[in-house]
């Protein structure tokens, strides 16, 4: 049995790794499935049936059956169940073309300095913080240097992402107060707490981004950004994410929601979805602002600067691109390879395998 295959070599990754098993996909996918107690839910041995041929078509365990609620009596054909692509499967499609090339994405500083050299739309960087050194601008920083930049700036937040982190992990925000600024904990920002304080690790301290309206009006705590995924150079999908009420971060593995993009028109799809929630949200949930058909300012030149990016960078098959829209044009916050395909395929009615085999 299939299924059983993939589930026993996660029971074993997770014991050889230490890992708990509920941090898994297949834990995730059995409480969905339990905790869920609408009428329109499949008996447990058709589930397992789909769950076999689609372990056995993707060459996978089809994480993608839970995500998208295939266990819901309206998925009743399979063909459409196959064209939702599992996180294992996308991974085959986004090999890189030479390993070699990984750290140029995986680095946050080293990605920043190459998108700014070619003239690439980036978040504005005061200042890095690496191997107990200041730099910016491609200049080393002394400490009072780093202590006039921050006595100087005015924006109400600074944000302060760790190098080499990913899924909204490692990133801080500090506020600023009437004699500087503070992260969460009380520390405040000097060259010296810096030092003290972020040693462990590199860190780059970022000016707030300031999103467009329309964007801002789901929900304004968050920087709500579009997840584009490229193949080959082209953009092929797209999920709009936003954050919860109070939360700074709009990634749907912290709560945020997913919402398809149109590629042609840029237009949102009628409601979003949250990481193993079979809800459909039609609005969200916090604002009530209803997605369907809101346009996302700068679709086309969002587009293009994905693209450019791409060709740019040409050393790998597949990334997702998270991009924020501001009153002024699109900024690439970061590129993630190995991202998955959840994200853009969420809040549509049909998956985008056909994107990856017509490729």
Not at 33 to 60: I, T
Not at 179 to 192: F, M, P, R
Not at 283 to 300: G, I, L
Request: glycine residues 8%; hydrophobic residues 40%; proline residues 4%.
């Amino acid at each position: 049995m299939t299924l059983l295959y993939y589930f026993l070599r996660t029971w074993f990754a997770c014991v050889r790794r230490r890992k708990s098993f509920r941090r898994t996909s297949f834990h995730d996918g059995k409480v969905m499935y339990k905790n869920y107690k609408g009428d329109d839910k499949k008996g447990l041995l058709q589930v397992l049936h789909e769950l076999n041929v689609l372990s056995r078509y993707w060459k996978c365990f089809p994480d993608s059956y839970f995500r998208f609620a295939m266990f819901k009596k309206e998925y009743d054909s399979m063909e459409l169940m196959k064209t939702y692509v599992p996180q294992g499967a996308y991974a085959r499609y986004c090999v890189n073309r030479n390993p070699k090339y990984q750290v140029l994405i995986d680095d946050k500083i080293l990605f920043h300095d190459i998108m700014t050299r070619y003239g690439l739309p980036v978040p504005e960087r005061l200042f890095s913080f690496s191997y107990d050194m200041f730099k910016a601008d491609g200049h080393l920083l002394s400490d009072q240097e780093v202590d006039q930049i921050l006595s100087s700036f005015t924006d109400p937040q600074i944000f302060i992402k760790r190098n080499m982190c990913g899924e909204g992990s490692g990133v801080h925000l500090a506020k600023r107060k009437e004699d500087g600024y503070y992260v969460a904990s009380g520390l405040k920002l000097t060259a010296a707490t810096i030092r003290a304080h972020f040693n462990k690790a590199e860190y780059l301290f970022e000016r707030q981004i300031v999103q467009h309206p329309v964007m801002a009006q789901f929900n304004a705590s968050s920087v709500n950004t579009c997840r584009i995924i490229t193949y080959k150079n082209k953009a092929i999908a797209c999920g709009a994410r936003f954050g919860r009420e109070g939360s700074f971060i709009d990634n749907a593995a912290k709560g945020g929601l997913v919402v398809s993009v149109d590629m042609q028109t840029g237009l949102l799809g009628a409601y979003g979805l949250r990481e193993y929630d079979a809800t459909k949200y039609y609005e969200h949930p916090d604002s009530h602002v209803a997605f369907k058909d809101v346009a996302v300012p700068f679709w086309h030149e969002m587009v293009a600067a994905v693209e450019r990016t791409s060709i740019m960078l040409p050393y790998y098959s597949s990334v997702g691109f998270d991009v924020a829209c501001t009153p002024n044009g699109p900024v690439i916050i970061e590129v993630n390879t190995g991202t998955g395909a959840s994200a853009p395929q969420m809040g549509k009615d049909r998956g985008i395998a056909d994107l990856f085999l017509k490729g």
